[in-house]
């Protein structure tokens, strides 16, 4: 069984931090984007504690409203309300363009994106010559072609293979996998080295089989990934036309990060927005979602819509206490999201569809203790689910 324990910020090994305000701002008339991305920028150009942390801007009661987004766009930032109330810090989104008129639909009204980045360190590139390394190893053989080091940041790269997409019928698709496109990169930092076996800090979770192309690691640096950056106490609310439940021409989702590490969303309410509350996409490692709620999305009830906390190939993840009223898919994983990640003590209610995971190949996920009124699935949904 896969360990899930080093999910979360900094690995779940300590509380989420109280970071001490060095900006405060109070709303002004019309729009806010100009001063709230001023003063983020302005906390970007401080210098950062010996705890990698600039400060907190604090955002006084009120409603701000953003006519578009706002960024972080540096490491050691919190961004952080009054409350998340309505009587509390409401950022409310007055974009009138939605995923139908050439708008991304990841695009967020809290931005938190650093570059994808990860760039292979040379010499140290080893294949695994294990015959198998099951679900939930933490160690493995290897050739010794490169030299790694205790330390090391590492990728393990499990390739995806012809012969491995046929053997679990994604050629049988409409649309089938291709080779290559459904490779596992699993980031672990190396723990120990005894000879030619490699000791990592957290499992894999898919397989390492040489019939299917074994797999490799090097260790890698990323420099231009955020990290220690919070979003904390905030309410997000979309505009949309009152008279069309259905309409999307509005904001879709209100925190998004990605390319990031160690990184916290505590006690935001978002309500709605087209899509999710929280998304945590590419390059997110070790983020820790709690006591947040995702409550009544406007939308067509179909495809990319309505997924209240949800992680797109990101690992390392916790998604705690958390709530959300009328999504379709409520926690969800989707492409290439490998795990550990953890989705624990959620609630959805007047759900449209299933929890679970979603779209291709996601693996180690833990759900523990979560209750929805329209169910859970676990499954190969092919055509449904997979392309």
Known sequence: IVDHAGVGYQGGTVPLPAVPVVLTLSPVPGDNTVNVQSALDQIAAMTPDTNGFRGALLLNAGLYAISNSVSINASGIVLRGAGNDTNGTVLYSTSTNGPDNGQNQLQGLVVISGSYSPIPVSGTSNNITDNYVPVGSRSFTVDGAGVLNVGDHVIVHRPSTANWITAIGMDQLNVPWQPGTVDVDAERIITRIEGSRVMI???????LDQQYGGGSIYAFTWPQRYSHIGIENLRGQSYYNVNNTNDEDHAWVFIRFSNTEDCWVRNVVSQFFGKSCVSLQTGVKHAT???????????????????????????????????????????????????????????????????????????????DNITTDNGMTVANQGNSGAS
């Open 201 to 207: 800090d957290e499992p894999i979770t898919t397989a």
């Open 289 to 367: 979602v709690v006591n947040c709620q995702c409550l009544d999305p406007i939308s067509i009830i179909e495809s990319e819509r309505r997924y209240a906390f949800d992680l797109n190939s990101c690992q390392l993840c916790i998604v705690e206490n958390c709530y959300s009223r009328q999504d379709r898919h409520q926690f969800i994983t989707q492409s290439l999201t490998d795990g550990p990640n953890v989705f624990v003590d959620g609630l959805s209610q007047q759900a449209y569809d299933l929890a679970g995971p979603h779209v291709r190949w996601a693996s180690g996920i833990l759900f």
